[in-house]
């Protein structure tokens, strides 16, 4: 996330940001985004935020004790757990295992054990729609 590299899309504005971009609109580098949304929180991702801080007062925060495991206990209190939880949320993750081919992602149906699942959820008609939706009619 250095210079001139792309580090956001924008959809909504259909604006492209890099690093200077990012630090005009948040206030922060790059790298502190998750911690910032941790705290103002993510409509788009379903997290609150933490009552009481806004853009502005996070960005002061962020500039100074930096990511929030440095924060020091007296700044968010009991709230400092629920704040990690948001970070890991914001945080996009590139260690997860992927595919190899195109094809693993190919759905096959369904498993055996999802009629007994459609059954417990009420849903018996769910089987032969996923029955139907691969091609196994």
Same mark, same amino acid.
Do not use: N
């Given at each position: 996330?250095?210079?001139?590299?792309?580090?956001?899309?924008?959809?909504?504005?259909? *604006?492209?940001?890099?690093?200077v971009?990012?630090?005009?609109?948040? $206030?922060?580098?790059p790298?502190?985004?998750?911690?910032?949304?941790?705290l103002? $929180?993510?409509?788009?991702? $379903?997290?609150?935020?933490l009552?009481?801080?806004?853009?502005?007062?996070?960005?002061r925060?962020?500039?100074?004790? $930096?990511?929030?495991?440095?924060?020091?206990?007296?700044?968010l209190?009991k709230r400092?757990?629920?704040?990690?939880?948001?970070?890991?949320?914001? *945080?996009l993750?590139?260690?997860?295992?992927?595919?190899?081919d195109?094809?693993?992602l190919r759905w096959?149906?369904? *498993?055996e054990?999802?009629?007994a699942?459609?059954?417990?959820?009420?849903?018996?008609r769910?089987?032969?729609?996923? *029955?139907?939706a691969?091609?196994?009619?």
């Amino acid at each position: 996330m250095q210079g001139t590299r792309v580090v956001q899309v924008d959809r909504k504005t259909k *604006t492209i940001r890099d690093e200077v971009g990012v630090r005009e609109k948040f $206030g922060v580098e790059p790298a502190l985004i998750p911690d910032f949304l941790a705290l103002v $929180g993510d409509s788009a991702d $379903g997290y609150p935020g933490l009552d009481g801080i806004g853009r502005v007062s996070a960005a002061r925060l962020l500039a100074r004790f $930096g990511p929030l495991e440095r924060f020091p206990d007296d700044v968010l209190g009991k709230r400092h757990a629920t704040a990690l939880l948001f970070k890991t949320l914001a *945080t996009l993750r590139s260690d997860a295992p992927t595919f190899d081919d195109v094809d693993d992602l190919r759905w096959t149906g369904a *498993t055996e054990t999802f009629a007994a699942f459609c059954e417990k959820v009420s849903e018996p008609r769910l089987v032969e729609r996923a *029955t139907k939706a691969a091609g196994q009619e």
